[in-house]
C-alpha cells in the first residue's frame, strides 16, 4: 500500500475514532484515536532538529507533569498521551497529497452532523446544544469547528488551493446558532482572514454585499437576535474572568510559580465550575508549572519567527479560542496547533501543487 493512502486512511480512521469519542464517550474510540495517530511517526523519518524539539518537549511535559498534584486518576495518562496523538495526528496532515480534501470533508461531515440538531432545537433552548457532545458544552462545539476550518484554511494555503468561501459563512451561520460568544467572533474573524488573504480583490464586493443585507433585515432585528438569542446579552464579563484574576492572584511564591498553583486550594470560585479554568493558558502552567509557559513562549517564538502573515494570523485565532475554555495545550483539540506548527518548522518543504 503506499504511504498517501496509509496517511490518508490513518487520518480518516483517527478522525472518526475522535468524533465517536466526543458524541458517545467511551474511552475505547480515544484509545483507537491514539493508535491510527502513531501512523505518523512510523511512516516517514522525522528530520534530526524536529525530533530532538519533540523528545525535548516530550520529556520536560511528562517530569513536571507526572508530579504535579491536580492530575487526578488517568487524566495524567490521557494528557500525554493526547499530546502525542495529535502531533501524530498533525503529522498525517501534513504528510498526505490529500490534506485539501481531508480537512475539507472532515469539517462538512461535522458541519451537516451540528446542523441535525439545529434542524431539531432551532431557537427553542440554547442549553439543548449541549447535548451535542458527550461531555462538553455547545461552546467546545463551536470551537472544534473552527479548529476543523482553520486546519481546512492551512491545507489550501500550503497547496496553493483558494479555499470554498462557502465554509467560513457556513461556519458563521452555524455559530451563530450555538450562541457561543467567542465562537462567534472567532468565526467571523476567520471569514475576514480568508477573505483578505484569498480573495482580496472581491473584498469590497462582500462588503457591500453584507451592508445591503444587514440594512435589508434592519437594525431591530438584529439587534434582537445580538441581545436576546446570543450569548452577548451576558455581557462581556463572565465567570471565566473571575477564575483567571484567582489563579493569577495564587502565584504569590516560587514554588506555585515554578510547578503551578494548586487549582483545588488556590481558587475557592473553582469549585462551582467542577475545577475547570475556562483557560488554556491556566491550564498548561497549573499542569506543567513554568515548562507549560516555557512550551506556549517557545509556540510564540518559532511562528512569529516565520514571518508568515497567515501563519501568524491562524495562531492567534487558535490561542484566543484557547484563552476561553480548557481545550487546548496537551489536549485532544491540539491537531490544529501542532498542524500549524509543524507547517511552519517545514516552510521550504511545504508543497506549492494543486491537490
Same mark, same amino acid.
Given at each position: 500500500? !503506499?504511504?498517501?493512502? =496509509?496517511?490518508?486512511?490513518?487520518?480518516?480512521?483517527?478522525?472518526?475514532?475522535?468524533?465517536?469519542?466526543?458524541?458517545?464517550?467511551? #474511552?475505547?474510540?480515544?484509545?483507537?484515536?491514539?493508535?491510527?495517530?502513531?501512523?505518523?511517526?512510523?511512516?516517514?523519518?522525522?528530520?534530526?532538529?524536529?525530533?530532538?524539539?519533540?523528545?525535548?518537549?516530550?520529556?520536560?511535559?511528562? #517530569?513536571?507533569?507526572?508530579?504535579?498534584?491536580?492530575?487526578?486518576?488517568?487524566?495524567?495518562?490521557? *494528557?500525554?498521551?493526547? /499530546?502525542?496523538?495529535?502531533?501524530?495526528?498533525?503529522?498525517?496532515?501534513?504528510?498526505? %497529497?490529500? @490534506?485539501?480534501?481531508?480537512?475539507?470533508?472532515?469539517?462538512?461531515?461535522?458541519?451537516?452532523?451540528?446542523?441535525?440538531?439545529?434542524?431539531?432545537?432551532?431557537?427553542?433552548?440554547?442549553?439543548?446544544? $449541549?447535548?451535542?457532545?458527550? %461531555? @462538553?458544552?455547545?461552546?467546545?462545539?463551536?470551537?472544534?469547528?473552527?479548529?476543523?476550518?482553520?486546519?481546512?484554511?492551512?491545507?489550501?494555503?500550503?497547496?496553493?488551493?483558494?479555499?470554498?468561501?462557502?465554509?467560513?459563512?457556513?461556519?458563521?451561520? =452555524?455559530?451563530?446558532?450555538?450562541?457561543?460568544?467567542?465562537?462567534?467572533? +472567532?468565526?467571523?474573524?476567520? +471569514?475576514?482572514?480568508?477573505?483578505?488573504?484569498?480573495?482580496?480583490?472581491?473584498? $469590497?464586493?462582500?462588503?457591500?454585499?453584507?451592508?445591503?443585507?444587514?440594512? /435589508?433585515?434592519? &437594525?431591530?432585528?438584529?439587534?434582537?437576535?445580538?441581545?436576546?438569542?446570543?450569548?452577548?446579552?451576558?455581557?462581556?464579563? @463572565? !465567570?471565566?474572568? =473571575?477564575?483567571?484574576?484567582?489563579?493569577?492572584?495564587? #502565584?504569590?511564591?516560587?514554588?506555585?510559580?515554578?510547578?503551578?498553583?494548586?487549582?483545588?486550594?488556590?481558587?475557592?470560585?473553582?469549585?462551582?465550575?467542577?475545577?475547570?479554568?475556562?483557560?488554556?493558558?491556566?491550564?498548561?502552567?497549573?499542569?506543567?508549572? #513554568?515548562?507549560?509557559?516555557?512550551?506556549?513562549?517557545?509556540?510564540?517564538?518559532?511562528?512569529?519567527?516565520?514571518?508568515?502573515?497567515?501563519?501568524?494570523?491562524?495562531?492567534? +485565532?487558535?490561542?484566543?479560542?484557547?484563552? &476561553?475554555?480548557?481545550?487546548?495545550?496537551?489536549?485532544?483539540?491540539?491537531? *490544529?496547533?501542532?498542524?500549524?506548527?509543524?507547517?511552519?518548522?517545514?516552510? @521550504?518543504? $511545504?508543497?506549492?501543487?494543486?491537490?
Amino acid at each position: 500500500m !503506499e504511504k498517501k493512502y =496509509i496517511y490518508n486512511c490513518a487520518y480518516i480512521l483517527g478522525s472518526i475514532s475522535i468524533f465517536l469519542y466526543l458524541v458517545k464517550g467511551p #474511552l475505547v474510540f480515544l484509545i483507537l484515536f491514539y493508535f491510527f495517530s502513531l501512523f505518523g511517526f512510523f511512516s516517514e523519518k522525522i528530520s534530526k532538529k524536529n525530533l530532538f524539539l519533540f523528545t525535548l518537549s516530550f520529556l520536560l511535559i511528562s #517530569l513536571f507533569g507526572f508530579f504535579n498534584v491536580n492530575f487526578k486518576d488517568n487524566e495524567y495518562y490521557l *494528557t500525554i498521551f493526547s /499530546f502525542i496523538s495529535c502531533i501524530g495526528t498533525a503529522l498525517l496532515l501534513f504528510r498526505s %497529497s490529500s @490534506s485539501v480534501n481531508l480537512t475539507k470533508y472532515h469539517y462538512i461531515f461535522f458541519a451537516l452532523y451540528v446542523c441535525f440538531f439545529i434542524y431539531q432545537y432551532a431557537f427553542i433552548d440554547p442549553e439543548l446544544y $449541549n447535548n451535542i457532545f458527550a %461531555s @462538553s458544552s455547545r461552546n467546545i462545539v463551536s470551537a472544534y469547528l473552527n479548529l476543523l476550518l482553520i486546519s481546512y484554511v492551512i491545507s489550501c494555503y500550503r497547496f496553493n488551493v483558494p479555499p470554498s468561501i462557502f465554509l467560513p459563512l457556513f461556519n458563521i451561520f =452555524i455559530c451563530f446558532f450555538l450562541y457561543g460568544r467567542t465562537g462567534i467572533v +472567532l468565526s467571523i474573524f476567520l +471569514l475576514l482572514t480568508i477573505f483578505i488573504k484569498f480573495f482580496y480583490s472581491k473584498i $469590497n464586493l462582500f462588503i457591500c454585499i453584507f451592508f445591503v443585507i444587514f440594512v /435589508f433585515l434592519g &437594525y431591530s432585528i438584529v439587534e434582537f437576535y445580538f441581545l436576546e438569542k446570543t450569548g452577548f446579552v451576558q455581557g462581556t464579563i @463572565s !465567570e471565566r474572568s =473571575i477564575v483567571f484574576n484567582e489563579y493569577v492572584s495564587s #502565584l504569590n511564591d516560587y514554588k506555585n510559580i515554578i510547578f503551578g498553583s494548586n487549582v483545588y486550594n488556590c481558587c475557592s470560585y473553582l469549585a462551582s465550575l467542577s475545577f475547570n479554568l475556562h483557560n488554556s493558558f491556566l491550564y498548561a502552567h497549573s499542569r506543567f508549572g #513554568l515548562v507549560g509557559v516555557l512550551f506556549v513562549v517557545g509556540l510564540f517564538v518559532l511562528i512569529f519567527k516565520s514571518k508568515n502573515i497567515l501563519y501568524i494570523t491562524l495562531f492567534l +485565532l487558535i490561542c484566543f479560542r484557547y484563552f &476561553y475554555d480548557q481545550l487546548g495545550f496537551f489536549q485532544i483539540f491540539d491537531v *490544529t496547533l501542532f498542524y500549524l506548527l509543524i507547517s511552519v518548522l517545514n516552510i @521550504s518543504k $511545504n508543497t506549492n501543487y494543486k491537490v
